[in-house]
């Protein structure tokens, strides 16, 4: 597993790098209570806000020690859609991704559009249903900070079956495609210059029906339990305890809006 970075990123440190294009470079999250939400990620995970672009409305940046980590928008009152973490990947012509995303079987529901000088963005969904971003860089490059807790540390997508909207994935970003050799695990990870970026976790009828296919954020945190106890007394919730994975120590959480994540406290 790796972290949602460019080569130029040190660990722990930012970076002023072009992501390759299809690098998970950013995560935002939309919501009806913005002011909220801000006080309950600002507690669990030392997150400070500041003003970002406002082309779909309302929206901040949350920062960890004045770096840029994720961002949290106000949803329309008139959208009805699910309060979700929504990774972007890295384009260098959104116009021209999103057409393929196109016709590959996707749809484009938001954008192009230019946020500013910040850059150029989309947001879209794969044939299976599951939203992601596009984010072309100018001014913000997106995630300025890694492997420290309160940043995003991997990004997966739960789907019915990994293989075929793997296909889907490739054809679009040009990932290379790694099936797990786990007998009955169905699991292909995404890798971008031999290094891996992010997962597709086929879990059949698992899929929660309420949810569908969708892509999951994990947020690294020094200490699961403890943020476990936090989080619970923010008003979010525990759906899955702790457990150990070949990723570390995983838990899957809901704020208080609902929105799902999960939190990765990583191998000693």
């Not at 980590?69 to 309060?83: C, E, F, N």
């Not at 990994?162 to 169905?186: H, N, Q, R």
């Not at 296919?213 to 339990?225: E, K, L, N, R, S």
């Amino acid at each position: 597993m790796t972290d949602a970075r460019g080569p130029a990123a040190g660990r722990g440190g930012g970076t002023s790098a072009r992501r390759t294009p299809g690098t998970p470079c950013w995560v935002s999250l939309m919501v009806h209570g913005p002011a909220a939400t801000q006080e309950f990620y600002g507690a669990l995970f030392g997150w400070e806000f500041r003003p970002g672009p406002q082309q779909l409305g309302p929206y901040v940046r949350a920062l960890l020690g004045g770096r840029e980590v994720a961002g949290v928008g106000r949803l329309p009152p008139d959208r009805h859609l699910p309060i979700a973490w929504t990774p972007y990947l890295a384009s260098d012509d959104v116009n021209r991704t999103a057409e393929t995303v196109r016709l590959c079987g996707g749809t484009v529901g938001v954008g192009p559009l230019d946020a500013a000088e910040a850059g150029r963005m989309a947001i879209c969904s794969d044939p299976a249903g599951a939203v992601f971003g596009l984010w072309q860089a100018a001014a913000h490059l997106g995630q300025a900070v890694t492997g420290e807790p309160g940043t995003p540390a991997w990004n997966e997508l739960a789907t019915f079956e990994a293989a075929g909207v793997a296909k889907f994935y490739e054809t679009v970003f040009g990932f290379e495609l790694e099936p797990s050799a786990t007998a009955g695990l169905d699991y292909v990870t995404l890798r971008l210059d031999g290094r891996p970026v992010a997962g597709i976790h086929g879990v059949g009828d698992a899929l929660p029906r309420e949810r569908g296919p969708h892509w999951m954020t994990y947020f690294q945190v020094a200490d699961i339990g403890e943020s476990l106890r936090r989080l619970t007394g923010l008003g979010g919730h525990v759906l899955e305890p702790a457990r150990d994975t070949f990723r570390g120590r995983v838990a899957l959480v809901a704020d208080p809006e609902g929105a799902r994540f999960s939190l990765l406290q990583s191998p000693r």
